[in-house]
């Protein structure tokens, strides 16, 4: 790739960036720059599937093959290297751009044909549910160091992508780590919720209860667990604030997203071995079993 000042804009600092993460089989490249024309030269060879998520793009104008496109802001889309392009992008560009072994997907050259000619793919339900989440998750700390992981939830999220687009079957042990790390994430932001159980996480993603099961079989923490956990999670770090003893039972459990008390009182007994009151008297005991908890909600 090559990176150069563009001209179509009144003259400011140029300051063309690229960030990326190499990994077995895939490579991961995040652009943000001032004015700036970028291109590519004509692979023939190109043996990977590149999807680019186009963040920022006030004013981008794409050009695959000669041919220039005016690009959105929010657009995604899959790119054809083995053409040569280029782009030519105003201040405050940022993409994110995926690319996979296309040997690992199965994806012959006529199914790559169909899917270069797709599209804007942002309102995809994959590409919201899976996609773009797990772009732009992917400079957190220590990723660099999880490189086989990391490849196995990429590729999983561009076979389920593809997958859907071409409607053909995709094996469950493909889907299975885009699917776990999606659903972990969609109960860390809806765990409060008191009417959060394995039915709506079920019908939130458009799968049976059996096969959500089998997506966290081999997790420290099957599904409802790992619900019941987050809000003992929360009870916990709850009950270490000064005013905590202020606060009701029926108040607490109903801000960690438990139905009842009763509940709770499962809950904190099922995950730390004590009753409210034996943990709401011992510090030391909220503050052990609150970094257990942490450990096992690790994703």
Known sequence: MRLEKSGRQTPVSFNPAALNLNGPGFSLIEMFNGPALGSWAPNPDAADLRLAYFRKAPGLILALDGVPEPVSAGSVRFIDTS?????????????????????????SQ????SLLRLPDLAKHPIVGTFVIPALMSWKQPGIDREASATADILRSVMASLVGSLLETPVDDEAQKPALSRAVKKYLDASYENPNLDVALVADKFNLSRRSLFYFFENEELHLGERIRALRTRKLLELLLQDDSRRISYSEIAASCGFTNVQSMRRAVKEFTGM?????????????????????????
């Open 275 to 299: 009753n409210v009151r034996e943990i709401h008297r011992s510090e030391t005991g909220v503050r052990v079993a609150l970094q257990q908890l942490r450990e096992s909600l690790v994703p």
């Open 83 to 107: 053409l040569g392009g280029s782009f030519d992008a105003p201040e405050g560009f940022h993409a994110l751009q995926l690319n996979i072994d296309r040997s690992s997907l199965n994806v």
């Open 110 to 113: 006529a199914e790559l044909r």
